[in-house]
């Protein structure tokens, strides 16, 4: 795999949202972003490839909306 | 009790005011005097100028790597390092009351020397201060100071203080490897440009006989030092240094005081181990260096041309390997035997070797001193993976241990004719490997380039280049990705420069002088 596929993939989208909502059901803002780092680690080495969690890191980067609310 | 007693070395006034020396080195530390050494063993008489009348005091180098070794058995000083120092290959990394992980550094047999020896830095100064002046050829100036320079373009105008008065000379070559707070590189008003990182770090040398294995332990959180990390090395006659990170707010004239310090190695070694203090510290580590290491006649070595934090032993290690790629090159150019143009391969070859270094110690202190809470939670995950997940280890960064540059791309080596997939790539620091009841890298040419011949019946020899037979069922060929008939030439330094599946004595001399900087 040499490039990020961003086309719908997952087979159950609710499940997959409700699975790592789910996850950080009682967990504490320190222990949710302990949690988070730990699966992007994982996932990150399923993945394989640098160059893809790049392109990912970006994605990501880029989607953030210049949200009107923040703060709110 | 230490065994080391600090050795005074006489101060001499000068006799040779106005005089005019070949090479000068200002500085007499680890860098300078290794530069000295190599220097005077090809036959160049040297002039060391140190400010000060003693080796090194306290914590500095601990960790000298197997290049470094191998450099230092060229030197002939390899054997009393490794008989004095504490041998190490292992580390174990903990994690808050857990071990995460242990690792093996050389898992691979044959090699003359281990991974690493620790051993304090005095111990090397003191030997290589006797090794010069066994060649009769190093001119060793104690509480001589560097006070003034005009770097000209035919020579090197030093004005030296001393307590006796001052003095002029002039050098054909200046090496200035006058350290972190090199005064050279101040008088010559040369930025030394990179990063601070914003922590602090207390170094402690302790005395204990405590029945630890020799191994490089770190703790990131450890129960007795909660909120920062600590690594503990073992030295020569029972001294123990322990890094403590203390973070960005802490005190360091408070946290210096010597009860304050012994308490924290108390909560780390239980109360049941006796112990002294040696030496304590304070350090705030930076990662920087100098544009260009070669100024005209003046050149810069070790940490007056770069400076590094302490995780990975990339300091001293990467100073020793300045000092082993110059002097080869400076007295082919002393000799005539090489343009000047040769030297600026020094620049060419050291610093992607140190930006290299630079890297590598910067990522381990961003791992070990989180820029933010981000980093932090990534840092203290991959630990918490470790512990379980071998695919999680080799994220762990508590220092990135010191390996030779490879000189990639460097213009003194013969690019292949032929495929050479196996082996130590072009520019790879030669590998060692059993031969004849000993060692390749002992059979190669100290002063010299040699050729290692794999095989029986292959090509004659060159004039001026040592010729090594290297039988091709053995663990050098494999090292090397030899088969019978191929040849591969080796540096002054020891460093791969060509290597042919066939070859001719005019390809080898072809390479040769390419290596020589004669030839492109």
Redesign the interface.
């Known amino acids: 795999m040499t490039a990020l596929d961003t086309s719908p993939r997952l087979d159950d989208p609710d499940l997959a949202f409700e699975s790592l909502v789910e996850a950080h059901r009682d967990l504490t803002p320190d222990q949710s972003r302990r949690l988070d780092a730990r699966l992007v680690l994982l996932l990150a080495n399923h993945i394989g490839s640098v160059t893809v969690l790049r392109e990912a890191i970006a994605a990501a980067r880029e989607a953030a909306w210049e949200a009107p609310e923040a703060g709110r | 009790m230490a065994a080391f007693e600090p050795p005074h070395y006489p101060f001499r006034p000068a006799t040779d005011d106005g005089a005019r020396h070949r090479v000068v080195v200002a500085g007499g530390g680890l860098v300078g005097l290794t530069a000295a050494l190599d220097l005077a063993r090809r036959g160049q008489p040297v002039v060391v100028l140190d400010d000060d009348d003693t080796v090194s005091t306290g914590s500095r180098a601990i960790c000298f790597a197997k290049r470094t070794l191998e450099i230092y058995d060229r030197l002939g000083i390899g054997g009393a390092i490794r008989d004095k120092g504490t041998t190490w290959n292992t580390g174990r990394v903990y994690f808050g009351e857990r071990e995460v992980y242990g690792f093996d550094l050389l898992p691979e047999r044959g090699h003359r020397n281990p991974a690493f020896v620790n051993l304090q830095q005095y111990y090397v100064e003191h030997w290589l201060v006797e090794a010069c002046l066994a060649t009769g050829l190093v001119d060793l100036r104690w509480k001589h100071k560097v006070a003034g320079i005009v770097n000209g373009a035919d020579g090197v105008r030093l004005a030296v203080e001393t307590p006796a008065g001052n003095y002029s000379l002039t050098a054909d070559w200046l090496l200035a490897c006058d350290g972190a707070r090199s005064l050279v590189r101040e008088l010559l008003g040369l930025a030394f440009v990179g990063k601070v990182f914003r922590d602090r770090f207390l170094i402690a040398d302790v005395v204990m006989h405590a029945d630890f294995p020799a191994e490089r332990r770190f703790w990131f959180e450890p129960p007795f030092h909660r909120g920062g990390s600590v690594l503990l090395h073992r030295q020569a006659d029972d001294v123990w240094r322990i890094d403590f990170q203390l973070g960005w707010d802490a005190d360091p004239e408070v946290e210096r005081e010597p009860e304050r310090v012994r308490a924290r190695v108390r909560a780390m070694l239980g109360p049941a181990i006796p112990f002294e203090l040696e030496w304590v510290s304070i350090y705030t580590f930076r990662c920087r260096r100098i544009e260009k290491f070669r100024h005209g006649r003046t050149i810069f070595l070790g940490d007056a041309a770069h400076q590094v934090s302490p995780f990975g032993a990339r300091g001293g290690n990467g100073g020793v390997q300045d000092a082993d790629n110059l002097g080869w090159k400076l007295d082919a150019v002393i000799r005539g035997e090489a343009p000047a143009t040769l030297l600026d391969t020094y620049d060419i070859e050291r610093i992607p070797a140190t930006d290299e270094n630079i890297l590598n110690s910067t990522r381990s202190t961003d791992f070990i001193t989180p820029k933010n ?2 980093a932090r ?2 840092r ?3 630990l ?2 470790a512990a379980r ?1 071998d ?2 280890r080799p ?1 762990v960064n508590s220092g990135r241990l010191s390996r030779p540059a490879v000189l990639h791309n460097s213009p003194l080596s013969t690019p292949d004719e032929a495929p050479w997939a196996d082996g130590a790539p072009l520019g790879a620091a030669a590998p060692d490997a059993p031969l004849d009841n000993g060692f390749l890298l002992d059979r190669t040419d100290p002063n010299g380039f040699t050729l290692l011949v794999f095989g029986e019946g292959a090509p004659g020899g060159v004039p001026g280049v040592k010729r090594v037979n290297v039988p091709v069922a053995s663990v050098a060929a494999e090292r090397y990705g030899a088969g019978t008939g191929n040849a591969v030439l080796l540096r002054p330094d020891q460093h791969v420069a060509a290597r042919w599946r066939r070859c001719d004595p005019a390809a080898i001399g072809h390479a040769r002088d390419r290596a020589l900087g004669r030839v492109a």
Do not use: K, N
């Open positions: 809470e981000a939670a990534y203290d995950a991959v918490e993976l997940h695919f999680a994220l």
